[in-house]
């Protein structure tokens, strides 16, 4: 019994959720909040809003939709991409590239992390991957030494970013610096059947023009190396709606793309539509889960909740990352802001995003959490044994609709 304890303690959360609540479907948050009066948090899945979401990029962007599954790789949300029409996925892991499998087996898969170990390249490749990202010449020799150097590999340069307009900058971690860029490109063109140039923005990245900027750079660094590209990877980044943000439409990003796209491929030479890559993750499926937490207790404006920092809201925490919330019962009183606290015994489980709440939440009360289906589930915890909770499917709208997104 202890071991077996002991592993589910220390597991992520996802396997906690009981299998029976899994094939379970309520018309509404409320209805299920009325019906199981959760004490521990409940995950309220909505398929049709990421199968609309998924739709609504796959139909505006002019090329080849990866999905990032680390955003969030629950098998239902992979379902839900694929009916909305993803075909292609973003792995970083073996984890990932199971689950893709498993649950797509026609699916594209692409490994895009740019520092793999060497077991995880051995499997993907034995698993039929045959693209891969780098930054670095120790790690082309790597992909080439695992792989055996097939001639159907496809090799995909990461170029760094200098810092930009988001709200979660990439820049500092991976990439390759555009100055030394054109000597990686070259050499790893003597290996590649397809090469390709990729950068990643930043994440709720809110500004058009830096896909445009970052894409001028490939188009730079392509020139300079002198050799042919044949995949542009404009990566993720593409915002979703929370309180405060003012977003541009979905189709001022496409069209800063098609046009730093048409201008690439002036210099460049002739790609196809399918040549042009991206790997959203926080844009398809960021409104497709709601998180109802219960209040616990209320010391005036702080209320102490079921989930937090070491949960679904850990980007609330340190990130101070603003979430819409509603209470699940009708008031008329005015709204005020509120501190959360999570249920760990950590300190630091404290978002101090200004919740605006009725004034006469209290203890007992359910809300309602939202725009948590990117980057909440997964990076979940079992931090203090607070790893319970249920997933239900739901079908009422979500939160806060994303401008240029169609709706379910
Ligand atoms: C390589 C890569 N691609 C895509 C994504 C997805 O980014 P986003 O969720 O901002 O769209 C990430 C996120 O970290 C990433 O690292």
Not at 241 to 250: Q, S
Not at 370 to 382: D, E, I
Request: proline share 7%; glycine share 10%.
């Amino acid at each position: 019994m202890g071991a077996s304890l002991l592993r589910v303690a220390v597991s992520p959360l996802r396997r906690d959720i009981a299998p029976r609540d899994l094939a379970r479907a309520l018309p509404s948050v409320d209805a299920a909040v009325a019906e199981i009066r959760p004490e521990e948090p409940l995950h309220c899945l909505r398929p049709q809003a990421i199968t609309a979401a998924a739709r609504s990029f796959v139909e505006a962007f002019a090329g080849k939709t990866l999905y990032a599954v680390k955003c969030n790789p629950d098998p239902r949300v992979l379902s839900a991409l694929w009916r909305g029409g993803v075909r292609a996925f973003d792995c970083a892991s073996p984890a990932e590239i199971s689950v893709v499998r498993q649950v797509l087996p026609e699916a594209s898969i692409h490994y895009m992390h740019p520092v793999k170990a060497r077991s995880a390249i051995r499997m993907a490749f034995a698993g039929g991957v045959r693209d891969f990202a780098l930054d670095s010449t120790d790690e082309l020799e790597k992909i080439l030494a695992e792989t055996g150097a097939p001639d159907d590999l496809g090799l995909i340069v990461r170029i760094a970013l200098p810092k930009g307009g988001a709200a979660l900058d990439l820049s500092g971690k991976f990439g390759v610096a555009p100055d030394e860029a054109a000597a990686l490109v070259r050499r790893a063109r003597c290996h590649a059947r397809r090469l390709g140039l990729s950068f990643h923005v930043g994440s709720q990245c809110d500004d058009p023009a830096r896909w445009r900027a970052a894409m001028d750079l490939a188009a730079w660094i392509a020139a300079e190396a002198g050799v042919k590209i044949d995949v542009l990877d404009v990566g993720g980044g593409f915002p979703s709606a929370y309180p405060g943000a003012d977003l541009p439409v979905l189709a001022a990003f496409m069209a800063e793309i098609d046009g730093a796209f048409e201008a690439l491929v002036e210099r460049l030479g002739a790609m196809a539509p399918d040549d042009l890559w991206a790997e959203p993750g926080r844009a398809l499926v960021a409104q497709g889960v709601s998180v109802v937490v219960q209040v616990q207790a209320r010391r005036g404006n702080a209320l102490y909740v079921s989930d937090g920092v070491y949960g679904s809201l850990s980007d609330a925490g340190a990130l101070g990352w603003r979430y819409p919330v509603r209470l699940i019962r009708p008031s008329a009183a005015e709204k005020r802001p509120f501190t959360l606290f999570g249920p760990t015994c950590d300190s630091l489980d404290r978002m101090d995003g200004g919740f605006q709440l009725p004034d006469d939440v209290a203890e007992g009360d359910w809300i309602e959490v939202g725009q948590l289906g990117a980057y909440g589930a997964s990076l979940r915890t079992a931090f203090n044994g607070f790893d319970r909770g249920h997933l239900i499917e739901v079908s009422d709208p979500p939160l806060l609709p994303t401008p240029g997104y169609a709706a379910a």
